[in-house]
């Protein structure tokens, strides 16, 4: 549990309150017989879209078929700590670490029916102009916001 | 190999020549141990799309962002003959079987580095309209050229 | 609307009760916008699984290491009849449709939120001894447990 | 360019030389228009299995059914510097840069074929034992050869 983005685990578990839930598939499995290090992404996208729709702030997921600018994905980190396995039931929590001018960094909590903790990860998210490529600012409301949301204080 | 789209399988398999090589990835394995059944479609498309590329007509792959239309899955089949495991080497064989006003179908063989049928398949695509959804027909030349192409009179 | 597993497309649809709800993920969709096609076999998959889990009928699932035998796809279909989204809310419906010697033919139907058709399909499952490869027969009770719980005699 | 892995970049690039070449699928792109992030973890899987397949040492993959001991992803990250598309060309490199004591760590660079640096990205392997799902120390000579393969000493 040495992961670069967490100084004390115990505190860093406390502040995770919302999750989304997915039940792992079997396609989702290889032949090791226990979940693809590949698939934690997948869920940490769906968390992580999730969660944004939830907080209803920002990045507008781009579903949006006329929006300017879109949230792209900078890094991705996942730290394995106990296996997964076929027909688990997870819940993937997340949590806003940082907000930066333009960008915002999400972690994840991943625990298991057992309630053990199976894999953790962080990610920064860009907002990203689609027509010129290039970062766009966050608006201070927007910020002063996720600043709220987030768990930058504590 | 009662597949309802094989009349004759020595014949339905000399009409073959063009292919694509995939190496079966790890992540494509499932805790059965082999290919899980829902890559074969992966390969199929894969296989398809160079098809498409490699003929040169038709359903420009709309990767062009100036398409007006889009070659659209309408249906797939896959019937599975024998298994596939992690790391073979399979050569996904594609063919033009039938050229319809508005749509193809397209034949798959896949076999393994010991030249063993693996799976077979089939599936039509239709030319879509992106605005209205509804069905392109293709033109006369367009026709005439994959009928050329195809294995119609064999 | 005329795939060949369908003959009457109102007494099919009827059959159905049995279902498993995904959310499209974002991952699953492509670059047309929609989700890609290959996902609906990962749905299939899914929902077939949780079908005879809820049966508690044959076919362990394999899930079981101590499995002798395990439940093979021998073929599979698509009918795609109206696109699906990112995040649309579909729910797949399965149904028993045929109980061969050691094989079972599933049926699948896919409705969004809007209780749109949007996907269709089927295929065979085969009980396949691990050791040898060969197909196993179900006892008398499994087939005839199976054939009252299927849409046979309808 | 700021990954934490990576100390200084010009350096770091040159100690690649090994590299395992995949086309993008349309099946990876997502509805931004462009490699889905979840996939440069596929293509980590696959540069790395071949890469130690290439080397012939340790970690025989596992692919052997009688392997007392498998190779566990213990961590993954990526660096996304470079939009990838459909149909690009990438060239996934990788480096041992450590070699513990029951673990490796691998470096990942994928470069498009405009010769763009496209991710980055690192991951440890653990040696596991599969009964006791503990870690298995590497032999003397495992490490000497590791070492020795190994950009360490760059």
Avoid at 19 to 32: I, L, P
Avoid at 78 to 88: R, S
């Amino acid at each position: 549990m040495k992961a670069n983005y967490i100084k004390n685990f115990q505190e860093w578990v406390k502040d995770f309150s919302f999750y989304t839930e997915v039940r792992v598939r079997f396609s989702e499995t290889d032949m090791f017989g226990h979940m693809n290090n590949t698939v934690s992404f997948i869920y940490f996208e769906q968390a992580r879209i999730e969660y944004l729709r939830h907080l209803g702030v920002l990045m507008p997921l781009a579903a949006e078929h006329e929006a300017k600018s879109i949230p792209i994905v900078a890094d991705l980190q996942c730290d394995y700590i106990n296996q997964v396995f076929f027909n688990d039931v997870l819940r993937i929590y997340t949590k806003i670490a940082k907000v930066g001018n333009s960008s915002l960094d999400i972690h994840y909590l991943a625990k298991n029916q057992k309630d053990e903790v199976c894999f953790t990860g962080r990610g920064t998210l860009v907002q990203m102009d689609i027509r010129t490529g290039k970062s766009v600012p966050l608006s201070e409301e927007e910020k002063a916001q996720l600043v709220s949301l987030s768990t930058i204080s504590h």
